[in-house]
Each structure stands twice: as C-alpha cells, then as structure tokens.
C-alpha cells in the first residue's frame, strides 16, 4: 500500500495529541522580551529579516548577546486580517522580563523600525525598564505563524479571536515561540508562562488566571524563565498535584541533580518551593513508544516527560 499524500495527514499538533504527547517541561527559555508590532502577513523567517532591516550590525551583535541572556524579540500583530498599510509606519513595541518577584512591563512607540537600535537592550535584561509607559496586567500572546508551522495558524487564529473579544488591547498574535507540535500555543507576559495545546475554552481560563495573578496549571508547558526542562515540569507537577498554590511566585524550583550523579541520566530529581513547603520530584524522561508521520514533518515522536514521585521534605 503507497504512504497517504502529505496533504491528507493530519498536522503535527493532531499527531502529538493522538500519540497521547504532554507539553510539560517544553518551555523555550525566555527571561525578558522585546515585542515589535509588524503589521501584515509573515513569512517564514520574518523575525530575522525585520531585524536584519531595522539594526545595524553592530546592535544586531548587542542584540545577540542579549539573546544568550534570554531576552527574547518577537513580532506581534493584532488578530483578524493581515493587510500592510505602506502608509503606517508608526509601531507599538513592549519591553518587560519575567523574573520571579520583579515582573514588569513597558510600552512604547515607535515611527520607524531604525529606532530600535536606540533601545538599551541592558536595561532590559536586567530589569531596569525606564524606556516606555508602565503596562498594568498581562498580554495574552498566541502563536498563529502559519508559515512556519500550519498548526500554529489553524489552531492559535481561534484562539486569537476568542480572547480578542474579551479582552482586546491585550490579545495580540506573535511569531514562532517554538512547539508546533503543542499548537495553540499562548505566552502571557510579563508572567512567563507557556500554555499549549489548547481550545478557546481552555485559553479563556488561562486569560481568567492571569488577570487575578495567579496560573492555570493545566496544558500548561512550563515557566519560561527557567532553563531546565526538569525543572519546569517538576513545577507544574507540584502545581498540579498541591492544592492552593496558584500565585505567580507559589512553586519555585530551587534545586536539581541526575538520580545517579550521571547528566545523561534519563531520571532527575528536583526540589521545588510551594509556599512553605518544600517538596522533592522525581521527573523521568520518556522515550516514546510510537511515532507517526504528519503533514508538517516527517515524522511525530512526542517524548516528553514524567512524575515518578513527589515527596514532601
């Protein structure tokens, strides 16, 4: 029998689902942002072609150092139809970082893409702000880079649209923020959280949430300002598995090491904070036992990762 034609597969965040695939601990590293309004359609690798355009060499250096200290650029446009007006040059643009204890979000204005490489991107990083308005309350940014994955546009446009309608001025569409698998995907700032795989539904509670400072634990894929993925998923687990602990700040990952003193151990054990307990969990990386092909990539393997134990200490 010939393999079905790639248009008839479903896509890679359908695969991901039916293979039973969890988003924790999937999380891309993210400390601070710069949001950059770009109006109109994307193209694949429109990020680094707007930036490429707008910077200099030498702040296109700066901004990559910035980058390997997790500020994070993306581009933003708000939902519904994606025309570019050559007239409008204006744009919005957000700094903010995510740190626990020191979340902060600024707005500003831009007349063209030039005037970024006058941002102090330092201020940034380290949390310093003092470059735009203060934002009261989150952003609520979904993924819809159809170009870069189809996922991204077919499942975060609902998305898109719901949130936009109850919350618009906070609800706006961003470039690639990694997982199509896990599509929808919604980032809320300056909280530094990722959500994934999710309906209009379930990014409502999401929204609902944040808006009382607090997180929704479930389809949750991790906080963004930590680097492990161990450690995420461990934060999610305590999440998940202790009641009353909502608040940005609650689960805090303090401690992890390999169960047999091997970094390449499969199995790792975490020490995680939720308010004045601390608890010990033991999070196993999964192989996955089947894979399938998808019409966005060759094949789906959606490893992921597993709570063997959480105990209190």
Not at 53 to 72: D, F, V
């Amino acid at each position: 029998m010939s393999a079905p034609a790639t248009g008839a597969l479903p896509g890679c965040a359908v695969v991901a689902r039916l293979l039973g695939g969890n988003p924790s601990g999937t999380a891309a590293f993210m400390r601070s942002w710069l949001l950059i309004e770009q109006p109109g359609p994307w193209s694949t690798n429109v990020l680094e072609e707007t930036l490429d355009s707008a910077l200099p060499q030498e702040s296109r250096a700066t901004l990559e150092e910035m980058r390997k200290r997790g500020l994070r650029p993306l581009l933003i446009r708000r939902p519904g139809k994606h025309t570019r007006d050559p007239q409008r040059t204006r744009r919005t643009v957000f700094v903010g970082g995510g740190d626990p204890g020191s979340r902060w979000l600024e707005r500003l204005e831009i007349n063209d893409l030039s005037e970024l490489a006058t941002l102090d991107l330092s201020a940034v990083v380290e949390g310093r702000g003092g470059l735009g308005e203060p934002v009261d309350g989150p952003l609520f940014l979904i993924c819809t880079h159809g170009t870069k994955d189809m996922c991204c546009a077919v499942l975060g446009r609902p998305l898109a649209s719901s949130l936009d309608a109850n919350y618009p001025g906070r609800t706006w569409e961003v470039s690639h923020v990694g997982g199509d698998r896990w599509a929808g995907n919604l980032l809320v700032v300056p909280d530094g959280f990722l959500h994934g795989q999710l309906e209009p539904n379930e990014a409502a509670r999401v929204a609902k949430a944040a808006l009382n400072d607090q997180v929704e634990p479930d389809h949750l894929r991790g906080r963004t300002s930590v680097g492990s993925s161990w450690s995420q998923h461990a934060e999610i687990a305590v999440r998940q598995g202790v009641s009353g602990v909502r608040g940005l700040d609650d689960v805090l990952a303090v401690d992890e090491r390999p169960l047999l003193d091997d970094p390449g151990s499969d199995t790792w054990m975490v020490r995680v904070r939720a308010a004045e307990q601390l608890f010990e969990v033991t999070v196993r990386h999964r192989t996955p036992a089947r894979s399938r092909s998808s019409r966005c990539s060759s094949m789906v393997a959606p490893s992921g990762y597993v709570t063997e134990r959480i105990r209190p200490i």
